[in-house]
């Protein structure tokens, strides 16, 4: 006879179902063998079954016992293949009905002593099964966050005992409840910051399209600052993007009792940080910095001390909005449509000249700092804009009267423009044909772009990239059009490189100007 019962794989943020059979014959000698591509953790699994089962008071039959995690050529990975296989085994050799562990997906891992613990991946799981229509067995310390899945049978035992008293009806398991739910908030506020009113404006035009954003500015400044800021400029998380979120932090194990949040992501990896930290992967594949800011802010903070690999490890999810980790025996996809925000001194002195102090190094101290970031990079940076030092005459201002809950409000109405307008994408995520129809200039706008994108040396990407910014512009100051003051403010959001004012200017062919001037 074969029991069985399910268990997932997680690929990516996504659980994939996999199917556990469990045989136990007389036929050949003693052995427990575990087969179905599972790593080092799970063949692991049957001497913390077999020590779980002593601690019951039970003994694995002196027989053949054969796991299958089928499909087969699907990589098995993690220690939540445990209960499973503890529970096809119970129900193999008699000690619990076969059919009890029917039409469920259990996952968790087992202590030598029998007792049930917390695994990463509950949420997707739940997920997975509910969109299946099977129920799911958890550990308890699982089982809030796994009850906001919806409403499927859900099992979230402390032990083995509890769970084989329950199938035997001596013990009924109550449902347990979701986790709570955490509403949005920010403990800063733009009041704090003195002067910057610049990039204060910046930060908001940023917030308002989910547009990507680079602060320069010596040390002091105020950029870190006005970077934690932004939290509270954006809008809460939807109900979907909230699922999004929470199921990449559940993969991450990230999930504390269960309990969700509406305020959208925010991580700050160090510089020392590796591309398998940043984007995900590794030996077993996890999440990255990258993928937990998926629908938040991913803040780098002195940005040239980035590794250039890490950077340019970017890239890609910044126009795409995922990240695709190649592995040899798999290839796994993560979510990443997160909003960069950067800050960087302008040398490596910190000063770059700012404020009349001369630069240590040198005239070429920039440019040699600011190089360590790649041109294809820098052209997905929307906004650049340069933060000045603050003077001793700023701190001494009074605090400002706008701060960031009349900020956030205008945001909140400009992305609700543009997502009704855009089919809900924010201007930062516009397609090349959507663009043209909701950002297309008036005609002094656009002799002004064609004029600053042949003077400037914008690439294509950046010359759209200035459309969307102005696109946001219009919609915060409530105008359906774009127009030439829209597009001069977009302009002015994209500072000069230093040291390479002197580099041959590439000019727009007509076919990247896709008009006639």
Not at 254 to 262: A, H, K, P, Q, T
Request: aromatic share 4%; charged share 20%; glycine share 10%.
């Amino acid at each position: 006879m074969v029991a069985r019962i399910y268990t997932v794989a997680f690929e990516g943020a996504e659980a994939r179902r996999v199917d556990v059979q469990v045989q136990v014959t007389s036929a050949g000698r003693q052995y427990f063998n575990i087969v179905g591509l599972a790593d080092k953790a799970v063949a692991e699994s049957r001497e913390r079954v077999r020590a779980a089962f002593a601690a019951l008071g039970m003994s694995l039959p002196g027989k053949r016992i054969t796991i299958n995690l089928a499909p087969a050529d699907l990589p098995k990975e993690g220690a939540h293949y445990d209960l499973p296989i503890a529970l096809g085994l119970m129900a193999a050799i008699g000690a619990i009905p076969v059919d009890a562990i029917e039409g469920f997906v259990a996952i968790g891992e087992l202590s030598l002593d029998g007792t049930i613990a917390r695994v990463p991946g509950a949420l997707p799981a739940a997920v997975m099964a509910n969109a299946e229509g099977l129920g799911l067995i958890c550990p308890k310390p699982n089982g809030a966050e796994a009850a906001w899945a919806g409403d499927l049978p859900l099992l979230a035992p402390q032990n083995l005992i509890q769970l084989m008293n329950h199938f035997k009806g001596t013990q009924i398991l109550s449902r347990p409840e979701p986790g709570q739910m955490l509403e949005a908030k920010s403990n800063s506020d733009l009041r704090d910051v003195r002067g910057q009113e610049t990039t204060k404006r910046a930060l908001e035009v940023a917030a308002a399209g989910g547009h990507n954003l680079l602060m320069v500015g010596p040390p002091g400044s105020g950029k870190s600052m006005l970077a934690e800021r932004l939290a509270g400029l954006l809008p809460p998380l939807t109900a979907k993007e909230l699922l999004d979120v929470s199921m990449v932090h559940s993969v991450a194990g990230l999930l504390e009792r269960g309990e969700l949040s509406r305020t959208r992501p925010f991580r700050s990896p160090h510089h020392s940080a590796s591309m398998a930290a940043m984007v995900g992967g590794g030996v077993k594949a996890k999440p990255g910095e990258a993928s937990l800011a998926h629908r938040g802010v991913l803040f780098l903070d002195e940005l040239p001390e980035f590794t250039p690999q890490v950077l340019d490890s970017l890239r890609q999810p910044l126009e795409t909005g995922e990240i695709a980790v190649a592995r040899v025996n798999a290839h796994v996809t993560y979510p990443a449509r997160f909003q960069l925000i950067a800050a960087m001194n302008p040398c490596r002195c910190g000063t770059g000249g700012a404020d009349g102090i001369a630069c240590r190094r040198g005239e070429r101290c920039a440019a040699d700092y600011q190089a360590r970031i790649s041109g294809p990079f820098m052209d997905r940076l929307d906004i650049q804009i340069d933060v000045p030092a603050v003077t001793p005459a700023d701190l001494a201002l009074p605090p400002c009267k706008e701060g960031t809950a009349e900020v956030a409000a205008r945001v909140a109405l400009a992305r609700r423009v543009q997502l009704e307008r855009n089919g809900g994408r924010t201007n930062a995520e516009l397609t090349q044909d959507l663009l043209d129809h909701v950002a297309e200039p008036d005609n002094d706008g656009r002799k002004l772009l064609i004029q600053a994108a042949e003077t400037l040396g914008l690439t294509a990407r950046g010359y759209h990239r200035v459309l969307k910014v102005a696109r946001t512009l219009a919609d915060l100051a409530g105008s359906e059009n774009v127009h030439r003051l829209h597009i001069a403010e977009s302009l002015s959001h994209r500072r000069a490189r230093k040291g390479l004012v002197n580099t041959p200017i590439p000019k727009l062919s007509k076919h990247h100007r896709n008009f006639n001037p």
